[in-house]
Nanobody, 128 residues
Framework: QVQLVESGGGSVQAGGSLRLSCVAS??????????MGWYRQVPGKEREGVAR????????YYADSVKGRFTISQDNAKNTLYLQMNSLKPEDTAMYYC???????????????????WGQGTQVTVSS
């Protein structure tokens, strides 16, 4: 069982920055979780993938809407995933969820929203 706990959300003005963190537990990080990432969701809308990273090789994948502004990274020693969000826009407002996948496949071969574990979410609000 994988537990994921997010933190770092909040309110910021457009153009500002936030860094989300996600601490993972309940497994051996590198050997069982193959892929981690972030997705976001606004009430009444579909889940939108933001970014994912291969836990073994560190390869990253991003949604076009956040490329050049968001950076996903990991600290394997701390079992922690990060999402650095810069140049935030009002349309980035959403609940952000940390997610993990224990299915052994190429991290880049699946949709950005395709995970089998996720956390409770942290709210990000960007005002204009």
């Amino acid at each position: 069982q994988v537990q994921l706990v997010e933190s770092g959300g909040g309110s910021v003005q457009a153009g500002g920055s936030l860094r989300l963190s996600c601490v993972a537990s309940g497994y051996t990080y590198i050997h069982i979780v193959y892929c981690m990432g972030w997705y976001r969701q606004v009430p009444g809308k579909e889940r939108e993938g933001v970014a994912r990273i291969s836990t073994g090789g560190g390869t990253t994948y991003y949604a076009d809407s956040v490329k050049g502004r968001f950076t996903i990274s990991q600290d394997n020693a701390k079992n922690t995933l990060y999402l650095q969000m810069n140049s935030l826009k009002p349309e980035d407002t959403a609940m952000y969820y940390c997610a993990a996948d224990t299915r052994p496949y190429d991290c880049g071969s699946r949709d950005l929203t395709d995970f089998n574990y996720w956390g409770q979410g942290t709210q990000v609000t960007v005002s204009s």
